[in-house]
Nanobody, 124 residues
């Protein structure tokens, strides 16, 4: 099993930056990819960014590319999401997830393990 715990959310103003972290424990080598998703009230959960765990290569939703960056820290066994130039539309609960079988997927149905989420609120 893989256990995931997110942290780093908070209340910021438009234009500010935040860095989210996801601490992973358990059999992380069994996961093909790690990803970040977000969900706003009344909206479906949407893909933000992913990283292929073994290679470290990254991929993004087209709307996020350029502002958000996903990275990993092998020593700390964490995956991070750097968010810059935040907008009110970025307000959501952000989730960390792990996919056991797919190394480059953006489909939430392909992710087997999920964290509890961390709230990000961006004021205008």
């Amino acid at each position: 099993q893989v256990q995931l715990v997110e942290s780093g959310g908070g209340l910021v103003q438009a234009g500010d930056s935040l860095r989210l972290s996801c601490a992973a424990s358990g059999r992380t080598f069994s996961s093909a990819a790690m990803g970040w998703f977000r969900q706003a009230p009344g909206k479906e959960r949407e893909f933000v960014a992913g990283i292929r765990w073994r290679s470290g290569s990254t991929y993004y939703a087209s709307s996020m590319k350029g502002r958000f960056t996903i990275s990993r820290d092998n020593a700390a066994n964490t995956v991070n999401l750097q968010m810059n130039s935040l907008k009110p539309e970025d307000t959501a609960v952000y989730y960390c997830a792990a996919s056991q079988y797919y190394s480059g997927t953006y489909n939430p149905d392909d992710y087997n393990y999920w964290g509890q989420g961390t709230q990000v609120t961006v004021s205008s």
